[in-house]
């Protein structure tokens, strides 16, 4: 089997590193699974293309000189053909639309993965509207949390849930001791939805406690400004590492005694199971799917969104029980090996693009 991915990508974040799992699943299981990316002239980004290149697979660029440029359709059917895709994969609103045009014109069957809606502003509100009203002409569309569902209750989108999956690390990842150095962290897109700034307030007050603390923040975005600026005004500046984007995240998730979620809005978060696979305690949100992840006291500690004081109690209690975040860390990771494994996912897809090849609907 051939399975082409298609992703418009403006950085590497949760979408495309559950993509690039996927694809390396595919490739080790016997399939060949190649990426397209939708490069956009208007804020070009090629760290999917890095990320691919550097995994080993193969990988294409098609330039989009606009918003919907009809051009990529064109170059997208080339390499279609040239490849002998019998599976066209899709991974966000304008992949889709140009995706689904591309299909079309030559008969491949087109699945999609709605890897969730953030409608923070009224532009995006309008092309995840636009998104919802394309998805019913696909063969599949794998919704990546059941929440999701609630988008699609009337109309006749053929849907199926496929919750993401990662590699988990086989390491001995034993928490360190040294209760003198708490190390806090985070990893995700530095935007509003993700709620970093309830962390930092929770992490300054921690710090009056536990002076060695440190709050390392993994990830690029468009609040990175504002939220140093809160961190200066805090007066924790040398106690905050802002890490920036980063294409190889294990290292950081190794060096955390802590995770910290703190979202506001979420669907199946990759960034919670991968440090769920590192054996990491973690504080999360009760956003979107990571209730279904994160079970109060059992794997990890979940509290309400937009809730400072509930994180920074939460810090507390773990930096001072370091049996707890053994405890926590070992159950999370034994329930994401037993539960969301990389080859769980990849199965489940394999079975999604047999049923539609086979004409099953």
Known sequence: MIIAHLISSVGLYGAERVMLNLVAGQRERGDEAFVIVINNAHKPNLDVFEAVKKAGLHCEVVTSKGRFDLGVVTAVVKILKEKGADILHTHNYKS?????LSAKKIGVPVVATLHGYIGNSAKLRFYEALDRGILKFFNRVVLVDKSLERWFLNNDVKKVVINNGVEIN???????????????GTVGRLSQEKGHKYLIEAFAEFNKKYSQGRLLIVGGGELNESLK????????????????FQSEVKPFYENMDIYVSSSLVEHFPLSILEAMSFGKAIIATDAGGTKELIKDRTTGILIKQGDSEAILNSLLLLAGDVDLRSILGENARKFVKENYSLEKMAQAYKKVYEEVLSGER
């Open 229 to 244: 600026s809160q961190v200066s005004s805090l007066k924790i500046k040398d106690k905050v590492v802002f890490a920036g």
């Open 96 to 100: 889709n639309l140009l995706g689904l």
């Open 170 to 184: 086989e390491a001995d990842l034993e928490p360190k001791i040294d209760k003198k150095e708490i190390i806090v």
